[in-house]
T-cell receptor, first 114, second 113 residues
Framework: AQSVTQLDSQVPVFEEAPVELRCNYSSSVSVYLFWYVQYPNQGLQLLLKYLSGSTLVKSINGFEAEFNKSQTSFHLRKPSVHISDTAEYFCAVINGGSQGNLIFGKGTKLSVKP | NAGVTQTPKFQVLKTGQSMTLQCAQDMNHEYMSWYRQDPGMGLRLIHYSVGAGITDQGEVPNGYNVSRSTTEDFPLRLLSAAPSQTSVYFC????????????FGQGTRLTVV
């Protein structure tokens, strides 16, 4: 069965520092990869996704993630974080050809300190 | 445009009680699903539906029932609540297929005492 591993449960960083949130998935013939963000006491929102094409995908608020097939990774990065980026981030995968069931990692809590 | 609406937002149940968590979407999405979120566990799929009249089990279906009589609504029923069902429940909807963005409700925080 497909699985997603987020290696860090919590990542504390200072404001304006770079950050990387790691995500690895179990290999499959074809997968679609997603990062969702959950702000405190809210539902999940799609941050960015990789479906095909360019392996580097970007969000509108400065995050980016790179699909690396050989390393089965989809790490999320931001060169300079803001206090408002404090949230929990979930990596998720869908098997190509499936009905669309998202399989989530356990989440990484990003805490940005002033 | 309301998106995905879940009610109630908070609920406390006694062990053995039953209740229904409501989920409604106004985007005409065929695919709907229920997840539970527990600390350190991420989100786990309970049940899902690919259209009216069609439901299927996810990763953790025990203790939960669902039905899908309309495209808009996908209620989740707890027939006899147990403390292990204390969790935050999220409903999501999307167009069918792997490429569509899933839209999530705000969640229902359920405590079973």
């Amino acid at each position: 069965a497909q699985s997603v591993t987020q290696l860090d449960s919590q990542v504390p960083v200072f404001e304006e520092a770079p950050v990387e949130l790691r995500c690895n998935y179990s290999s499959s013939v074809s997968v679609y990869l997603f990062w969702y963000v959950q702000y405190p006491n809210q539902g999940l929102q799609l941050l960015l996704k990789y479906l095909s094409g360019s392996t580097l995908v970007k969000s509108i608020n400065g995050f980016e993630a790179e699909f690396n097939k050989s390393q089965t990774s989809f790490h999320l990065r931001k060169p300079s974080v803001h206090i408002s980026d404090t949230a929990e981030y979930f990596c998720a995968v869908i098997n190509g050809g499936s009905q669309g069931n998202l399989i989530f990692g356990k989440g990484t809590k990003l805490s940005v300190k002033p | 445009n309301a998106g995905v609406t879940q009610t109630p937002k908070f609920q406390v149940l006694k062990t053995g009680q039953s209740m229904t968590l409501q989920c409604a979407q106004d985007m005409n999405h065929e695919y709907m699903s229920w997840y539970r979120q527990d600390p350190g566990m991420g989100l786990r799929l309970i049940h899902y539906s690919v259209g009216a009249g069609i439901t299927d089990q996810g990763e953790v279906p025990n203790g939960y029932n669902v039905s899908r009589s309309t495209t808009e609504d996908f209620p989740l029923r707890l027939l006899s609540a147990a403390p292990s069902q204390t969790s935050v429940y999220f409903c999501a909807s999307s167009r069918p297929g792997a490429l569509s963005e899933a839209f999530f409700g705000q969640g229902t925080r359920l405590t079973v005492v």
